[in-house]
């Protein structure tokens, strides 16, 4: 059984809740951001162009990489 991409998108919100994901809205490009306040009151943000892209870049934000 596949798992389409608004499933995985769904699974992604459920397994990182200190995370607000959503795909760009129509009109205004391609892809997906995430979003989470810092604990020095800034924001972080992250965009990727796919679900994958964006559940690799969530994983690395979480093992403390990418400038996190």
């Known amino acids: 059984m596949?798992?389409?991409p608004?499933?995985?998108l769904a699974r992604l919100k459920v397994a990182h809740p200190g995370w607000s994901i959503h795909a760009?809205?129509?009109g205004k490009g391609?892809?997906?951001t995430?979003?989470?306040?810092t604990g020095?009151?800034?924001?972080?943000?992250i965009y990727a162009p796919t679900v994958p892209q964006l559940?690799?870049?969530?994983?690395?934000?979480?093992?403390?990489k990418a400038g996190s």
């Open 30 to 32: 391609v892809g997906f």
């Open 55 to 64: 559940e690799a870049a969530l994983m690395e934000a979480a093992n403390g």
């Open 40 to 45: 020095h009151g800034g924001l972080r943000s």
């Open 34 to 37: 995430a979003q989470r306040r």
């Open 24 to 26: 760009i809205e129509p």
């Open 6 to 8: 608004a499933t995985h």
């Open 2 to 4: 596949s798992e389409t």
